[in-house]
T-cell receptor
Framework: GAVVSQHPSRVICKSGTSVKIECRSL??????MFWYRQFPKQSLMLMAT?????????EQGVEKDKFLINHASLTLSTLTVTSAHPEDSSFYIC???????????FGPGTRLTVL | SQQGEEDPQALSIQEGENATMNCSYK?????LQWYRQNSGRGLVHLIL?????REKHSGRLRVTLDTSKKSSSLLITASRAADTASYFC?????????????FGGGTRVLVKP
């Protein structure tokens, strides 16, 4: 149980294009989903917290107009990187949680490369 | 922002040896969690220890928590080559709404066969 999937697992795009990443909780309903970014050999940095049916809460320094988050249902959240640039190349990981203070279940990550 | 510092940043051991890594944090916490990440993959939850607990075991894993020192340790006993991964501690702050995690820098563990 508690499986989270991400799609795609890997994407390469040209500078200036937009990329959408999906995060799904497959066998449970996630009240909250989180989006992280991880640069090589570094830790995870939280980008935003997403609750179903409400606007995402972005961490300081994360541009909400650049990283659009939609949490349309209790099993799906999407992250859209708009007008991607090479510096946006990173490993994007989502996680889902069922409740307060509990563990998070992580997706396998999406490797984004912007040329 | 990262709250935790992990020590060491990297660890190389022989199969069968024990691996110990430490995590320090700055604010009062509700709980502390340890995760494992294999290269290029997502994170796997290992263990959660609450602020009123001092020690917890799960298989070959032993976690301690010292809230007075704001530190935690993860011990992997009788390590195996499959334990090669990065290990992260993450805290849920006492005052936080929900369960937002703040990650430490991680320890990269290499277990040589």
């Amino acid at each position: 149980g508690a499986v989270v999937s991400q799609h795609p697992s890997r994407v390469i795009c040209k500078s200036g294009t937009s990329v959408k990443i999906e995060c799904r909780s497959l066998d449970f309903q996630a009240t909250t989903m989180f989006w992280y970014r991880q640069f090589p050999k570094q830790s995870l940095m939280l980008m935003a917290t997403s609750n179903e049916g409400s606007k995402a809460t972005y961490e300081q320094g994360v541009e909400k107009d650049k990283f659009l988050i939609n949490h349309a249902s209790l099993t799906l959240s999407t992250l859209t990187v708009t007008s991607a640039h090479p510096e946006d190349s990173s490993f994007y990981i989502c996680s889902a949680s069922t409740g307060n203070k509990n563990e998070q279940f992580f997706g396998p990550g999406t490797r984004l490369t912007v040329l | 922002s990262q709250q935790g510092e992990e020590d060491p940043q990297a660890l190389s051991i022989q199969e069968g040896e024990n691996a110990t890594m430490n995590c320090s944090y700055k604010t009062s916490i509700n709980n502390l969690q340890w995760y494992r990440q294999n290269s290029g993959r997502g994170l796997v939850h290992l263990i959660l220890i609450r602020s009123n607990e001092r020690e917890k075991h799960s298989g070959r894993l032993r976690v301690t928590l010292d809230t007075s020192k704001k530190s935690s340790s993860l011990l992997i006993t009788a390590s195996r080559a499959a334990d090669t991964a990065s290990y992260f501690c993450a805290t849920v702050a006492f005052w936080a709404a929900g369960n937002k995690l703040t990650f430490g820098g991680g320890t990269r563990v290499l277990v040589k066969p």
